[in-house]
């Protein structure tokens, strides 16, 4: 079975310009999250979405941070305009519905966003 | 909120036993996990106790108690490739599963 998809794996980008992350979670997964994970802060949730619906957005660091789930197999995490401090691997994972047993998250392997 | 700590890192012989320990304190609380990422790649699951007592899984177990907010996570005969950093993460209570993860402990295998 495919795993949580990420695009792209690797990106380098100037200060000012408009970066966007894309990830397809597993299919059947009803909730997709998005990480943030630098070495001073750790893994930090952005955000998350269940049944493509934003349910907390309080991670996300700042206004020109923004994300979205057109539908069930595709979100963006867009950065505009980006910034050094930006730079960082973001992780989307997702999961299935509920809480019963171990159900729990998968990542994908992240996009390492390198911001000069 | 959540507020995880977990050692920063950790020092360990192959073949031998290490145990790593997080604790945590939370408005919510249903259930413990225990994610593994090796350098450069992604966490993978490895454990989840949402009950107390211990979980048993090869040669990785996973403690839980929830009176004391503790929990640690046990690796046996250790092999060079448990070299990684292993997350410590809570899930809130709430019909989500959000995971708020401790920074992380990361663990060096020598020979």
């Known amino acids: 079975d495919a795993g949580v998809i990420q695009s792209p794996r690797h990106e380098v980008t100037e200060m000012g310009q408009e970066v966007t992350l894309r990830c397809k979670p597993i299919s059947g997964h009803n909730s997709l999250f998005w990480y943030r994970q630098t070495m001073m802060r750790g893994l930090e949730l952005l955000i998350y979405f269940n049944n493509n619906v934003p349910i907390d957005d309080s991670g996300m660091p700042e206004d020109r941070f923004s994300a979205k789930m057109p539908n069930a197999s595709f979100s963006t995490l867009k950065i505009q305009p980006s910034e050094p401090r930006d730079s960082a691997v973001y992780f989307c994972a997702s999961s299935p519905a509920g809480q ?3 159900n729990t998250i998968y990542f994908g392997e992240g996009s390492w966003l390198t911001v000069v | 909120g959540q507020n995880i700590d977990q050692p920063t890192e950790m020092t360990a012989t192959e073949g031998a036993i290490v145990q790593i320990n997080c604790t945590y304190q939370t408005s919510g609380f249903n259930g413990l996990f225990w994610y593994q990422q090796h350098a450069g790649e ?3 699951f490895l454990s989840y ?3 107390d007592g211990l979980e048993e899984k090869g040669r990785f177990s996973s403690f839980l108690s929830r009176s004391k907010g503790y929990s640690y996570l046990l690796l046996k005969e250790l092999q060079m490739k448990d ?7 809570v899930r809130e209570a709430g019909g989500y599963n959000k ?3 401790g920074a992380g402990t990361r663990l060096a295998v020598h020979p």
């Open chain 2, 83 to 89: 070299s990684a950093s292993y997350l410590c993460a």
């Open chain 2, 49 to 51: 106790n949402v009950l």
């Open chain 2, 42 to 44: 992604a966490p993978t």
């Open chain 2, 99 to 101: 995971l708020i993860f």
């Open chain 1, 100 to 102: 019963g047993g171990g």
